[in-house]
């Protein structure tokens, strides 16, 4: 059970826990300050001329207008 040195303390040390990581597993609550992991921090790369020619590439074959931003990119 919990580490205590009053049993009674112990078992409700142990119930609490369990239900707390159980209830954070279930619901997929995150435990760190990171809140959201798709989060990008710092400012994008620019494309290299080879990731704006492939953009434009696609963009020529499926007939699409150039509206997209070709400046940056996810690093």
Do not use: M, W
């Not at 990171?34 to 990008?40: E, R």
Request: proline share 4%.
């Amino acid at each position: 059970l919990g580490q205590n040195t009053d049993i009674a303390k112990a078992k409700g040390s142990a119930e609490t826990y369990a239900v707390k990581y159980f209830l954070q597993k279930l619901f997929l609550i995150p435990t760190s300050d990171n809140l959201d992991p798709d989060k990008v921090s710092g400012k994008p790369r620019e494309l290299t001329e080879e990731e704006k020619k492939q953009v434009e590439e696609v963009l020529e074959r499926h007939k699409l207008k150039a509206s997209i931003n070709t400046t940056h990119a996810k690093s």
